[in-house]
């Protein structure tokens, strides 16, 4: 039995030795045995990222394994040492490939051996958030960290989510409340004569649309501002756009500015962006999701410029900065605002003087999230161990890794470039050469998608697509730290060859 000694219980941390082997259900029968199992899947895991170069970018789950994923609920365990041979049969070898140093597909990161460590150990600890406890002055650190990096005052406020989806979420819900000019938070959308306006370009990433969905404001809440040849939003149209709107009795309340757009890479120019939601009184949200990690390049910091002037910035760890999985962050400007959209009444929750519970600036506070995971400790563990200089040179790198393949496209004969190169995003296609180019446009659209999907069949690479000005465009965001020059250069020759070929098979769509 595990005692507890009431006699010595003044002094912290005092327990009587609890006897060993009398564990929990959940607890291995055999720790010696768990214990040697559970290096080696440290192991096979470590090796998995030393090795992954020899790996192919991808491999698809073979159809003859699909039944094994499709089984009825298991009643009876098998057991830690079978569930391993699971995993190493069904699992670690179908990866999405975001690890390789070829995976450039949506906007996907790397992950890091040591983040992979601080989720090993985070899953331990199994925190639950928010107390009184190391968790809590880790993420607070973290955020106060990256308020500095942003060029935030540090009497803003931030919080840790999932991803740059829910980053958005939280900072448009602060704008709209704070924009509303009634009690949202207590009374809802029913307190508001007018519609509330949400401003962004046509460039935007799906998740604004989908937090205007959730956010009671509606997808035709979000007006989308056409944008300019370097896919930057056209200033004068939206501002013309708010002047109608008001004329009309609605109310013009978030602009959301992108820092960096999902399809090019574009970057709104948020200085003119700022200046104009000052004059027009709104709110500036960025989605910076990967943009916003443009900041630490001390060489491309200037792409960027005026982020720093947001009322709130929405961006993630895991992409550019190559956290694990799952980590992003929204910064806010005016703190009293951030918490009085998400303060909720709860008896159970208030802090005591002292105690477990006492942390009185619970996350909890500052998002839709009361029970999270850890988040913060493989950021800050990542950022400690190598520094903010480093994921500025990871930056650097990807962003010149882009201009590298963009040349190389451009010098190509049978390829060519379909937008601007502004941060770390390419978008190209396969054409043929020009002069048995067929005069169907749809047919280059057909080609490219087949060759995109042999160059992740065959694990080659791992980019995706868009269409850009209406064509089928092949997509790299570049967001990874094991990228090397010479993998561009096997990407560019693999989608010649590829393209090639599908043409001597004689390819119709
Ligand atoms: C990825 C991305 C998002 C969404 O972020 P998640 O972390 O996937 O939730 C939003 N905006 C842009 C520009 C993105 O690239």
Redesign the pocket.
């Known amino acids: 039995m595990y005692r507890y000694n009431v006699a010595t219980a003044a002094s912290p941390g005092k327990l009587e030795e609890p006897d060993a082997g009398e564990g929990g259900l959940l607890d291995p029968d055999d720790w010696d045995a768990f214990r040697a199992l559970a290096h080696e899947i440290l192991d096979r895991s470590l090796d998995l990222q030393e090795r992954i170069r020899e790996e192919p970018a991808w491999r698809p789950v073979p159809p003859e394994l699909e039944p094994r994923y499709r089984e009825s609920a298991p009643m009876d365990g098998v057991g830690e040492e079978a569930v391993w041979e699971d995993v190493r049969e069904l699992v670690l070898p179908y990866r999405s490939g975001n690890p390789h140093p070829r995976f450039w597909g949506?906007?996907g990161g790397t992950g890091s051996p040591l983040g992979m460590l601080a989720e090993l150990i985070a899953a331990g600890l199994n925190n639950s958030a928010p107390f009184d406890d190391a968790a809590s002055r880790v993420e607070r650190q973290v955020i106060d960290w990256m308020k500095e990096v942003m060029g935030f005052p540090a009497r803003a406020s931030g919080v840790l989510t999932?991803?740059?989806?829910?980053?958005?979420l939280v900072g448009m819900a602060v704008g709209r409340d704070a924009q509303a000019g009634a009690d949202v938070p207590a009374e809802g959308l029913a307190a508001l004569d007018g519609r509330i306006l949400v401003y962004t370009s046509t460039e935007a990433?799906a998740?604004?649309h989908k937090a205007a969905q959730v956010l009671g404001l509606g997808r035709r809440g979000v007006r989308l501002v056409p944008v300019d040849d370097k896919d930057r939003i056209r200033i004068e149209l939206l501002r013309e756009r708010i002047a109608a709107d008001r004329e009309a009795g609605h109310r013009p309340a978030v602009v959301v500015g992108?820092a960096?757009?999902?399809n090019t890479g574009a970057v709104d120019d948020l200085d003119v962006l700022a200046d104009l939601v000052a004059e027009e009184d709104l709110w500036l949200h960025v989605?910076?999701?990967?943009?916003a990690l443009a900041r630490l390049s001390p060489e491309y910091r200037s792409l960027v410029e005026g982020i720093e002037r947001a009322d709130s910035v929405?961006f993630?760890f895991?992409?550019w900065m190559c956290t694990p999985y799952?980590a992003?962050c929204v910064l806010v400007r005016d703190a009293e605002a951030h918490r009085r959209t998400f303060d909720a009444p709860a008896t159970y929750l208030e802090p005591p003087p002292r105690g477990t519970g006492s942390w009185t600036d619970s996350p909890n506070r500052r998002g839709p999230q009361l029970s999270r995971a850890f988040t913060a400790l493989k950021i800050w563990m990542v950022l400690r161990a190598y520094g903010f200089r480093r994921h500025g040179e990871l930056v650097t790198d990807n962003i010149r890794q882009a201009r590298y393949l963009a040349r190389l496209v451009d010098e190509h004969p049978r390829m060519e470039r379909l937008a601007p190169v502004a941060l770390n995003v390419v978008t190209f296609r396969y054409t043929g050469e020009p002069a048995t180019a067929s005069p169907d446009p749809s047919f280059l659209d057909a080609l490219n998608l087949e060759l995109l999907m042999r160059l992740q069949e065959r694990g080659v690479a791992v980019p995706s697509s868009t269409r850009v000005r209406d064509a089928f465009a092949l997509r790299c965001?570049i967001v990874n730290h094991r990228s090397r020059d010479e993998d561009f250069d096997l990407l560019v020759e693999a989608t010649a060859a590829f393209g090639d070929e599908l043409l001597a098979e004689g390819f119709t769509p």
């Open positions: 949506w906007v999932s991803g740059g989806s829910v980053a958005n990433h998740s604004v992108n960096g757009t999902v989605d910076g999701a990967f943009g929405a993630d895991h992409k799952a992003g965001a």
